[in-house]
Protein backbone atom coordinates (compact mmCIF):
# COMPACT_ATOMS: atom_id res chain seq x y z
CA UNK A 1 0.00 0.00 0.00
CA UNK A 2 1.66 3.83 -0.76
CA UNK A 3 2.51 5.81 1.62
CA UNK A 4 -0.06 8.69 2.00
CA UNK A 5 1.79 12.02 1.48
CA UNK A 6 1.10 14.74 4.20
CA UNK A 7 -0.28 18.09 2.44
CA UNK A 8 2.12 20.65 3.71
CA UNK A 9 1.76 24.49 2.91
CA UNK A 10 4.96 25.85 1.38
CA UNK A 11 6.11 29.53 1.67
CA UNK A 12 5.81 31.84 -1.59
CA UNK A 13 8.94 31.72 -3.05
CA UNK A 14 10.57 34.62 -3.98
CA UNK A 15 9.80 34.61 -7.79
CA UNK A 16 6.11 34.43 -6.03
CA UNK A 17 6.49 37.56 -3.70
CA UNK A 18 7.48 40.16 -5.99
CA UNK A 19 4.29 39.54 -8.04
CA UNK A 20 2.86 40.91 -4.47
CA UNK A 21 1.56 44.71 -4.88
CA UNK A 22 2.52 45.04 -1.30
CA UNK A 23 5.63 43.59 -0.73
CA UNK A 24 7.80 46.86 -1.18
CA UNK A 25 5.74 48.75 1.53
CA UNK A 26 6.75 46.38 3.78
CA UNK A 27 9.44 47.14 6.25
CA UNK A 28 12.24 44.57 7.09
CA UNK A 29 11.54 42.19 10.57
CA UNK A 30 14.44 44.27 12.32
CA UNK A 31 12.48 47.20 12.00
CA UNK A 32 8.98 46.18 12.44
CA UNK A 33 10.47 44.18 15.89
CA UNK A 34 12.68 47.82 16.94
CA UNK A 35 9.30 49.40 16.85
CA UNK A 36 7.05 47.00 18.63
CA UNK A 37 9.57 46.69 21.62
CA UNK A 38 9.46 50.78 21.81
CA UNK A 39 5.98 49.77 21.94
CA UNK A 40 6.06 47.30 24.75
CA UNK A 41 8.18 50.01 26.62
CA UNK A 42 6.16 52.75 26.26
CA UNK A 43 2.68 50.51 27.69
CA UNK A 44 4.59 49.48 30.33
CA UNK A 45 5.88 52.75 31.55
CA UNK A 46 2.23 54.22 31.01
CA UNK A 47 0.40 51.25 33.33
CA UNK A 48 2.90 51.85 36.07
CA UNK A 49 1.47 55.28 36.29
CA UNK A 50 -2.24 54.04 36.84
CA UNK A 51 -5.45 55.01 35.40
CA UNK A 52 -7.85 57.54 35.61
CA UNK A 53 -11.52 56.49 37.65
CA UNK A 54 -15.19 57.90 37.92
CA UNK A 55 -14.20 59.15 41.42
CA UNK A 56 -10.83 61.31 40.14
CA UNK A 57 -13.29 63.14 37.77
CA UNK A 58 -16.31 63.50 40.13
CA UNK A 59 -18.38 61.19 38.30
CA UNK A 60 -18.96 58.56 41.49
CA UNK A 61 -21.89 60.34 42.94
CA UNK A 62 -23.26 60.47 39.40
CA UNK A 63 -22.53 57.35 37.71
CA UNK A 64 -22.75 53.81 38.65
CA UNK A 65 -19.64 51.07 38.23
CA UNK A 66 -19.86 47.54 39.76
CA UNK A 67 -17.33 47.05 42.60
CA UNK A 68 -16.32 44.40 45.13
CA UNK A 69 -17.89 45.07 48.52
CA UNK A 70 -17.00 43.62 52.07
CA UNK A 71 -19.28 41.90 53.65
CA UNK A 72 -20.02 44.19 56.27
CA UNK A 73 -21.02 46.67 53.38
CA UNK A 74 -23.23 44.23 52.06
CA UNK A 75 -24.93 43.37 55.39
CA UNK A 76 -25.31 47.17 55.63
CA UNK A 77 -26.63 47.82 52.04
CA UNK A 78 -29.61 44.93 52.96
CA UNK A 79 -30.45 46.01 56.42
CA UNK A 80 -31.07 49.84 55.03
CA UNK A 81 -32.81 48.22 52.23
CA UNK A 82 -35.32 46.34 54.30
CA UNK A 83 -35.73 49.68 56.56
CA UNK A 84 -36.71 51.53 53.44
CA UNK A 85 -38.96 48.70 52.43
CA UNK A 86 -40.76 48.00 55.57
CA UNK A 87 -41.31 51.76 56.31
CA UNK A 88 -42.62 52.30 52.92
CA UNK A 89 -45.23 49.50 53.74
CA UNK A 90 -46.28 50.89 57.12
CA UNK A 91 -46.73 54.36 55.55
CA UNK A 92 -49.33 53.18 53.28
CA UNK A 93 -47.02 54.09 50.15
CA UNK A 94 -46.45 50.09 49.11
CA UNK A 95 -44.06 48.18 47.76
CA UNK A 96 -41.37 49.32 45.20
CA UNK A 97 -38.06 48.15 43.74
CA UNK A 98 -35.66 51.04 42.92
CA UNK A 99 -33.06 49.40 39.24
CA UNK A 100 -31.08 50.94 37.62
CA UNK A 101 -32.50 52.24 34.14
CA UNK A 102 -30.08 51.04 31.29
CA UNK A 103 -31.68 53.15 28.90
CA UNK A 104 -30.18 54.99 25.93
CA UNK A 105 -30.92 58.16 27.59
CA UNK A 106 -28.94 56.83 31.09
CA UNK A 107 -25.43 56.30 29.29
CA UNK A 108 -22.88 58.51 29.30
CA UNK A 109 -19.27 58.65 27.34
CA UNK A 110 -16.67 59.83 29.08
CA UNK A 111 -14.08 61.09 27.09
CA UNK A 112 -10.84 61.07 29.86
CA UNK A 113 -11.41 57.34 30.57
CA UNK A 114 -12.67 56.50 26.42
CA UNK A 115 -15.75 54.33 27.59
CA UNK A 116 -19.01 54.39 28.33
CA UNK A 117 -20.85 54.62 31.79
CA UNK A 118 -23.97 54.25 33.35
CA UNK A 119 -25.56 57.02 34.81
CA UNK A 120 -27.24 57.51 38.00
CA UNK A 121 -30.64 57.45 37.10
CA UNK A 122 -33.17 54.41 38.11
CA UNK A 123 -36.93 53.48 37.44
CA UNK A 124 -39.30 52.03 40.08
CA UNK A 125 -40.92 48.23 39.96
CA UNK A 126 -43.96 48.86 42.49
CA UNK A 127 -46.17 45.36 43.06
CA UNK A 128 -49.33 47.51 43.08
CA UNK A 129 -49.02 48.22 39.71
CA UNK A 130 -50.22 45.57 37.25
CA UNK A 131 -47.72 46.81 34.44
CA UNK A 132 -45.10 45.90 36.41
CA UNK A 133 -46.10 43.33 39.15
CA UNK A 134 -44.43 40.34 36.78
CA UNK A 135 -41.07 42.13 36.70
CA UNK A 136 -41.06 42.64 40.34
CA UNK A 137 -41.74 39.43 40.97
CA UNK A 138 -38.43 38.08 39.30
CA UNK A 139 -36.84 41.17 40.65
CA UNK A 140 -37.75 40.08 44.18
CA UNK A 141 -36.91 35.75 42.92
CA UNK A 142 -33.12 36.62 41.67
CA UNK A 143 -32.43 38.81 44.97
CA UNK A 144 -33.15 35.63 47.11
CA UNK A 145 -30.50 34.15 45.28
CA UNK A 146 -27.85 36.36 46.35
CA UNK A 147 -25.24 34.45 44.41
CA UNK A 148 -22.81 35.58 41.15
CA UNK A 149 -23.72 33.95 38.18
CA UNK A 150 -20.51 32.39 38.16
CA UNK A 151 -20.54 31.17 41.38
CA UNK A 152 -23.89 29.30 40.50
CA UNK A 153 -21.85 27.81 37.25
CA UNK A 154 -24.33 29.36 34.76
CA UNK A 155 -21.67 30.58 32.38
CA UNK A 156 -21.47 31.49 29.13
CA UNK A 157 -20.27 28.38 26.84
CA UNK A 158 -16.08 28.45 25.50
CA UNK A 159 -16.07 30.99 22.66
CA UNK A 160 -12.93 33.15 21.98
CA UNK A 161 -9.91 31.46 21.92
CA UNK A 162 -6.06 32.38 22.37
CA UNK A 163 -2.37 30.87 21.29
CA UNK A 164 1.14 32.01 21.61
CA UNK A 165 3.46 33.25 24.15
CA UNK A 166 1.71 33.21 27.02
CA UNK A 167 1.48 31.04 30.23
CA UNK A 168 -1.49 30.68 33.14
CA UNK A 169 -2.94 28.67 35.10
CA UNK A 170 -7.04 27.75 34.73
CA UNK A 171 -8.45 26.58 38.50
CA UNK A 172 -4.90 25.11 39.08
CA UNK A 173 -3.37 23.32 36.11
CA UNK A 174 -0.39 25.16 34.17
CA UNK A 175 -1.48 26.37 30.30
CA UNK A 176 1.04 26.95 28.07
CA UNK A 177 -0.32 28.63 24.91
CA UNK A 178 2.51 27.52 22.15
CA UNK A 179 1.49 24.22 22.60
CA UNK A 180 -2.28 24.05 22.19
CA UNK A 181 -1.87 23.09 18.18
CA UNK A 182 -3.08 25.62 15.45
CA UNK A 183 -6.71 26.09 17.29
CA UNK A 184 -5.44 27.20 20.46
CA UNK A 185 -6.49 27.29 23.52
CA UNK A 186 -10.30 28.21 24.49
CA UNK A 187 -11.06 30.89 27.23
CA UNK A 188 -11.92 30.10 30.06
CA UNK A 189 -15.94 31.52 31.19
CA UNK A 190 -15.02 32.25 34.58
CA UNK A 191 -11.98 34.20 34.64
CA UNK A 192 -12.28 34.36 38.14
CA UNK A 193 -10.00 31.11 38.07
CA UNK A 194 -7.63 32.20 35.54
CA UNK A 195 -4.54 33.91 37.02
CA UNK A 196 -0.39 33.30 37.25
CA UNK A 197 -0.06 34.67 33.64
CA UNK A 198 3.63 35.04 32.67
CA UNK A 199 4.61 35.83 28.88
CA UNK A 200 7.72 37.45 26.83
CA UNK A 201 5.73 38.98 24.36
CA UNK A 202 5.69 42.23 22.95
CA UNK A 203 2.61 42.81 22.06
CA UNK A 204 -1.25 41.00 22.42
CA UNK A 205 -2.51 40.85 18.70
CA UNK A 206 -6.68 40.73 18.81
CA UNK A 207 -8.36 39.40 15.95
CA UNK A 208 -11.54 39.95 14.92
CA UNK A 209 -11.93 36.53 12.29
CA UNK A 210 -11.54 33.20 12.90
CA UNK A 211 -10.14 32.33 9.72
CA UNK A 212 -7.41 35.06 10.09
CA UNK A 213 -6.49 33.59 13.29
CA UNK A 214 -5.99 30.05 12.14
CA UNK A 215 -3.58 31.61 9.76
CA UNK A 216 -1.62 33.43 11.81
CA UNK A 217 -2.01 30.35 14.52
CA UNK A 218 -0.84 28.18 11.46
CA UNK A 219 2.52 30.14 10.18
CA UNK A 220 3.23 30.25 14.21
CA UNK A 221 3.15 34.19 14.14
CA UNK A 222 4.20 34.59 17.52
CA UNK A 223 7.65 33.00 17.16
CA UNK A 224 8.16 35.51 14.66
CA UNK A 225 7.17 38.44 15.96
CA UNK A 226 6.45 37.10 20.02
CA UNK A 227 2.99 37.94 20.44
CA UNK A 228 -0.37 36.41 22.09
CA UNK A 229 -3.43 36.01 19.12
CA UNK A 230 -6.94 36.40 20.82
CA UNK A 231 -9.75 36.41 19.14
CA UNK A 232 -13.63 35.96 20.19
CA UNK A 233 -14.61 34.95 16.77
CA UNK A 234 -16.93 38.05 15.32
CA UNK A 235 -18.74 40.10 17.74
CA UNK A 236 -17.00 39.77 21.30
CA UNK A 237 -18.43 37.44 24.65
CA UNK A 238 -17.79 38.77 27.99
CA UNK A 239 -15.31 35.73 28.74
CA UNK A 240 -12.94 37.18 26.00
CA UNK A 241 -13.57 40.66 26.63
CA UNK A 242 -12.48 40.32 30.61
CA UNK A 243 -9.52 37.92 29.51
CA UNK A 244 -8.20 40.80 27.44
CA UNK A 245 -8.78 43.11 30.04
CA UNK A 246 -6.63 41.28 32.75
CA UNK A 247 -4.10 40.37 29.78
CA UNK A 248 -3.33 44.07 29.71
CA UNK A 249 -3.31 45.07 33.32
CA UNK A 250 -0.81 42.62 34.43
CA UNK A 251 1.08 41.85 31.58
CA UNK A 252 1.22 45.24 30.47
CA UNK A 253 1.46 44.81 26.60
CA UNK A 254 0.17 47.06 24.48
CA UNK A 255 -2.92 45.61 21.98
CA UNK A 256 -3.17 45.78 18.55
CA UNK A 257 -6.04 45.41 17.05
CA UNK A 258 -6.45 43.49 13.07
CA UNK A 259 -10.36 43.72 12.20
CA UNK A 260 -12.22 44.09 8.49
CA UNK A 261 -12.41 46.96 6.99
CA UNK A 262 -15.99 47.94 7.41
CA UNK A 263 -18.49 49.47 9.96
CA UNK A 264 -18.91 45.88 11.62
CA UNK A 265 -15.44 45.66 12.25
CA UNK A 266 -15.39 49.07 13.69
CA UNK A 267 -18.04 48.57 16.02
CA UNK A 268 -16.44 45.28 17.40
CA UNK A 269 -13.65 47.37 17.98
CA UNK A 270 -15.37 49.86 19.77
CA UNK A 271 -17.09 46.92 22.08
CA UNK A 272 -13.22 45.74 23.29
CA UNK A 273 -12.22 49.73 23.15
CA UNK A 274 -15.26 51.83 24.45
CA UNK A 275 -17.36 48.92 26.04
CA UNK A 276 -21.00 48.14 25.18
CA UNK A 277 -24.78 49.95 25.86
CA UNK A 278 -26.07 46.83 27.62
CA UNK A 279 -23.38 46.20 29.83
CA UNK A 280 -22.39 49.79 30.54
CA UNK A 281 -22.50 49.36 34.38
CA UNK A 282 -19.47 46.65 33.92
CA UNK A 283 -17.56 48.63 31.63
CA UNK A 284 -14.62 49.17 34.02
CA UNK A 285 -13.81 45.64 34.01
CA UNK A 286 -15.01 44.54 30.45
CA UNK A 287 -13.51 47.33 28.55
CA UNK A 288 -9.15 47.41 27.58
CA UNK A 289 -7.79 50.89 27.28
CA UNK A 290 -6.05 51.87 24.12
CA UNK A 291 -6.57 49.64 22.07
CA UNK A 292 -4.52 50.30 18.65
CA UNK A 293 -5.84 50.23 15.22
CA UNK A 294 -3.61 48.11 13.57
CA UNK A 295 -6.14 47.77 10.51
CA UNK A 296 -7.46 47.01 7.96
CA UNK A 297 -7.87 50.32 7.50
CA UNK A 298 -10.12 51.96 4.56
CA UNK A 299 -6.90 53.74 3.27
CA UNK A 300 -4.56 50.62 3.19
CA UNK A 301 -7.06 49.34 0.33
CA UNK A 302 -5.39 51.37 -2.20
CA UNK A 303 -2.19 52.10 -0.32
CA UNK A 304 -1.42 48.14 -0.79
CA UNK A 305 -2.47 47.79 -3.90
CA UNK A 306 -5.17 45.58 -2.82
CA UNK A 307 -7.06 43.56 -5.50
CA UNK A 308 -10.75 44.77 -6.53
CA UNK A 309 -11.68 41.17 -6.38
CA UNK A 310 -10.48 41.59 -2.65
CA UNK A 311 -12.55 43.88 -2.08
CA UNK A 312 -16.71 43.82 -1.56
CA UNK A 313 -19.13 46.63 -2.08
CA UNK A 314 -21.07 48.61 1.03
CA UNK A 315 -24.67 47.36 1.14
CA UNK A 316 -27.30 49.54 2.18
CA UNK A 317 -27.08 48.16 5.70
CA UNK A 318 -23.48 48.86 5.96
CA UNK A 319 -24.03 52.34 5.10
CA UNK A 320 -26.45 52.64 7.74
CA UNK A 321 -25.00 51.26 9.67
CA UNK A 322 -21.72 53.02 9.72
CA UNK A 323 -24.22 56.05 9.84
CA UNK A 324 -25.29 55.54 13.10
CA UNK A 325 -21.64 54.28 14.37
CA UNK A 326 -21.01 58.03 13.57
CA UNK A 327 -23.31 59.75 15.85
CA UNK A 328 -22.04 57.73 18.30
CA UNK A 329 -20.08 60.11 21.38
CA UNK A 330 -17.23 57.64 21.48
CA UNK A 331 -16.52 58.60 17.74
CA UNK A 332 -17.85 62.08 17.78
CA UNK A 333 -15.47 63.25 21.14
CA UNK A 334 -12.94 61.33 20.01
CA UNK A 335 -12.57 62.04 16.17
CA UNK A 336 -8.86 61.30 15.90
CA UNK A 337 -8.85 58.07 17.36
CA UNK A 338 -10.80 56.86 14.25
CA UNK A 339 -9.97 58.90 11.29
CA UNK A 340 -8.57 55.82 8.43
Given amino acids: MADKKKRRRTDPSDSDQQHLPFRNSL ?17 SSD ?11 GLAST ?11 VQSTIETLILRLTHSILSGQGFSFSVPSRSSANQLYVPELDRIVLKDKSSLRPFA ?31 GVVV ?32 DMQSDALFILLVEKDAAYIRLAEDRFYNRFPCIIVTAKGQPDVATRLFLRK ?15 DPYGLKILSVYGCGSKNMS ?17 PSDLDKYSIPEQCRLPMTEQDIKTGKD ?12 GWRS
Avoid at 29 to 43: G, H, P, R, V, Y
Avoid at 47 to 57: C, I, N, P, R, V
Wanted: hydrophobic fraction near 40%; glycine fraction near 6%.
Fill in 27 to 43: KSDEIILQTLKDLCSSS
Fill in 47 to 57: GATGTLTLSDL
Fill in 63 to 73: CREVADLSLSS
Fill in 129 to 159: NVSTVRKSAVTTRILQLIHQLSSLNVIASEK
Fill in 164 to 195: GRLIFSDNGDMIDCTKMGMGGKAIPPNIDRVG
Fill in 247 to 261: MKTELKLPVLALVDS
Fill in 281 to 297: YDSANLTTPDIKWLGIR
Fill in 325 to 336: LLEEDFVKKNPG
